[in-house]
């Protein structure tokens, strides 16, 4: 079974102004792309507020709970409360730059703004932390652009524990 986490960051969705639809969007995307998965797999979603303490919680949590996969969604851009990369990034082992390169360079002929996420995808243990920029839209291009890589990224550390 594999343990999906997906962590909306986000100060609006956290206080209700605008329902989440960043944390369904990527499970609607796992659901689609997952369904061959063997043994199956669930999600553990969270939403917390653009606040590192709190997003760095919500990763620990569901490293704890047995996620080998997270994904977190929104808090990448350019302002002061965007703050997932710099909450993430302490917390890898490994980062994995061409995660991060592969998603801005799919999105610009169709989004020119997409140089704007600073997404911080890397390896903590056995799991594979990924983010993505917050608008819903996004998360399927993004996703899309690097699913390729990451049944091989989910094996190869699964298979070279840490001594
Ligand atoms: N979780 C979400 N659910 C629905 N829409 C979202 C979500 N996150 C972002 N968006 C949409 O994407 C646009 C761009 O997101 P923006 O960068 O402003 O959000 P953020 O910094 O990730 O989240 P917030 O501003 O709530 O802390 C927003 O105008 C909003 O319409
Ligand atoms: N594929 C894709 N990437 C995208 C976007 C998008 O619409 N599609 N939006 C961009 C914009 S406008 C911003 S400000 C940054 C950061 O968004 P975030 O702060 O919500 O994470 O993601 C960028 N990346």
Redo the contacts with the bound molecule.
Sequence with gaps: MLHVGIIT??DRATAGVYEDRGGPAVRAFCEANLAEQEGGWESHARIVPDEPPLIRAAVLELLEAGCRLIIA???????H??V?PEAIRPLLDKELPGFAEK??A??WD??P???????ACGVRGDALLL?????P???P??LG?VWGAIPHCLKLIADNPAE
């Design positions: 960051v986000s969604t929104g808090g990448t851009g350019p302002t409360r965007d997932t998603m801005r799919d999105a169709d989004v703004t997409a140089i704007l996420a600073r997404q983010s993505l920029p917050g608008s839209k996004a998360i291009q993004c652009a």
